[in-house]
């Protein structure tokens, strides 16, 4: 119920049926009413609320309203008002009301009239709305939860709700990064401060005041060897809250560079004919780029043809075959042969290849493998074909024999004598499930009297595939019984990360590692709404092992 005064301060009740004549300076007409959009604004010290007022009019009514606080009781101290505008003219039917509330004001509940003057035929017309103005403290702020790293505003796989102090090599990062801190509680703005922790030298001190809070406004930090300092503080209008700090590491990248190998790396061939070596690069801590291929020691009468003269990291043009070409002239004997290979930034290596030249129409071998590298996963076993062909009518037994530097697995030949100078062995290399991981060679020797020759093959280990098992559906009720979200076989995966997203793809829970212990919560501790979701199982080099869906019930 609204009560409507005259100019003349004479209170009139507007549910009355008095009525007058048009002439009348009396007349009770309804042409106007204020009706604020809330009743009740909360204002927190320091800060500013706002009311939207509607003017509601009659259909005849089209002078403007202007609109001020009634005196009785007005404003309490320290507070201001302010409409925009302050006179709605006939034409509109709206204004705000912004209630500016400083740092002195005291807290209360304080009851507030809004007041609406008009001229309608000749007088004046007020109106009344009341609100309730409510001035609360500061609310304290909170502290940052954790830190993403980013590059290009996009969270970094495996170092996303960073929150205790982290080590990490200087290869694993982007060459620039940024920072994201993760807000608790109530917060206007996050103040950082990067620095050395041993000079104390600030590399970025930057107070963002608008969410998402990150370190840098554009662009971010060049990613350099040391320790460094993270530091985040969450503040809530002027009061800060406690500061976050996290510590990182960045060990040095080790050395980039790449190395040569040959194989065969030892070569027997007769005068006036021809033998080969292919030359393979291998990039060492993630090299880049091609090397220029170099050869010197070469006898008088060889010469050699390389199929190409620029090998790289790039796997389809890793190796390059150089053919040796033996004059009849040549003279017997053996010679180390350099390949040295030029890479970028002053980069060099080299491999040596042992040739011997022997006389004509000498009896000879040849030794071949059927492979040259093989990829074993942990546990399984291989066979590779041995082929020794006689050459000149060699007949005299040659001895098979493998030497590896590992004791992890087992090899062997058999046979490992043929009886005449030729015919096949096999190369049997069997692995254990617990044999360690990567790449290494094998060196395969095959000799008779004075005569010898080689092959090398390469070996790479690789881990067993772990099949986790997500279950389809979890009800985290407290009832004891599938309360939270089991994955079966996730502790055989070692720092595994787990993510899970909403219909709308936006990410609401994660964990590195997961410890099947998630209850349904949000990232921010609330319980998420009963429907399905998605997840992403990753291993520890960031590869997704197990993609699907998962149903929340209550």
Do not use: C
């Amino acid at each position: 119920m609204f009560t409507f005064f005259l100019s003349q301060g004479h209170a009139i009740n507007p549910s009355h049926s008095t009525h007058f004549n048009s002439s009348s300076a009396h007349q009770n007409i309804d042409v106007f009413e204020i009706l604020p959009g809330t009743t009740t604004v909360e204002v927190q010290k320091g800060f500013s609320g706002t009311v939207n007022i509607t003017i509601n009019r009659a259909a005849e009514f089209t002078d403007a309203v202007s609109l001020s606080i009634h005196p009785l009781p007005g404003l309490p101290a320290n507070v201001s008002a302010n409409y925009a505008p302050a006179s709605v003219p006939g034409t509109a039917n709206s204004s705000v009301l912004t209630l500016q509330v400083t740092e002195s004001a005291s807290t209360g509940s304080y009851p507030l009239k809004i007041a609406g003057t008009a001229n309608y035929e000749g007088i004046t017309r007020y109106r009344l709305a009341e609100i309730t103005l409510i001035i609360k403290e500061v609310e304290a702020p909170g502290t940052v939860g954790s830190f993403t790293f980013l590059e290009n505003d996009e969270a970094i796989s495996g170092y996303s709700a960073i929150n205790s102090n982290i080590t990490v090599g200087q290869e694993d990062l982007p060459e620039i990064i940024n920072f994201r801190a993760s807000i608790n509680g109530a917060a206007t703005a996050v103040k950082w401060n990067f620095k050395e922790q041993g000079s104390g030298s600030t590399i970025q001190s930057f107070t963002d005041e608008s969410s998402p809070y990150t370190l840098y406004p554009s662009g971010g930090w060049t990613v350099t060897p040391g320790v460094f300092e993270l530091e985040a503080v969450q503040i809530n209008n002027t009061v800060e809250g406690t500061a976050k700090k996290i510590i990182i590491t960045v060990e040095e990248a080790p050395p980039v560079s790449f190395t040569l190998k040959a194989n065969p790396y030892s070569l027997s061939v007769f005068r006036g004919e021809s033998t080969f070596s292919i030359v393979s690069l291998t990039p060492v801590n993630n090299f880049s780029g091609s090397a220029t291929l170099s050869l010197s020691g070469l006898p008088a009468g060889v010469t050699a043809e390389m199929s190409r003269e620029t090998i790289s990291s790039n796997t389809t043009e890793s190796t390059a075959t150089i053919d040796f070409f033996v004059a009849d002239n040549t003279s017997l004997g053996s010679y180390s042969i350099v390949v040295t290979g030029n890479g970028p930034a002053g980069l060099t290596a080299s491999t040596t290849i042992d040739l011997t030249i022997t006389q004509d129409g000498f009896p000879d071998f040849e030794l071949n493998v059927a492979r040259q590298s093989i990829s074993l996963i942990q546990g399984e076993s291989t066979q590779i074909n041995i082929v020794v062909e006689s050459i000149d009518g060699f007949s005299e037994p040659v001895a098979l024999e493998v030497s590896t530097s590992r004791s992890d697995f087992t090899i062997s030949v058999d046979p490992p004598l043929l009886e005449n100078g030729a015919g096949q062995s096999s190369l049997k290399i069997s692995s254990e499930p617990t044999t360690s991981l990567g790449n290494f060679e094998i060196q395969l020797f095959a000799s008779s009297g004075a005569i010898e020759k080689s092959a090398v093959i390469s070996i790479k280990i690789e881990p067993i595939p772990i099949e986790v098992k997500p279950r389809n559906q979890f009800s985290p009720n407290g009832d004891g019984i599938d309360d939270v979200w089991k994955i079966e076989k996730i502790e055989e995966l070692p720092d595994n990360s787990v993510e899970v997203f909403d219909r709308l793809g936006q990410e609401v829970y994660s964990a590195q590692p997961y410890n099947n212990d998630w209850n349904g919560t949000s990232k921010n501790g609330e319980q998420l709404a009963p429907t399905t979701y998605f997840y992403v199982v990753k291993d520890a080099g960031g590869k997704t092992v197990k993609t699907g869906s998962i149903n929340l019930l209550r």
